[in-house]
């Protein structure tokens, strides 16, 4: 999958893409799932599964859960 990272928060570029970032795997996880979409929105990702909002990633405040999904069970 590929985002149009110009418009994303660079914090949450070094979140998402550096190895070491809080946000790797669940980048990783979003690569190997063919059911999770994600769409950068007013420099935040938004994660989609069959076309529902489930998660909002921004740089410098808490993720925003917005459904129950396996995906978010992933960021404790």
Known sequence: MTIDTINMCSHLQKK????DGVYHHLWEAIQDDPELTA???SR???IYRNGKKVLVL???SAP??????KICVMLV
């Open 58 to 60: 921004a740089g410098k």
């Open 39 to 41: 769409v950068v929105r």
């Open 16 to 19: 998402l893409f550096e190895e």
């Open 44 to 46: 935040q990702l938004h």
């Open 64 to 69: 925003k859960i917005i459904r129950d999904d």
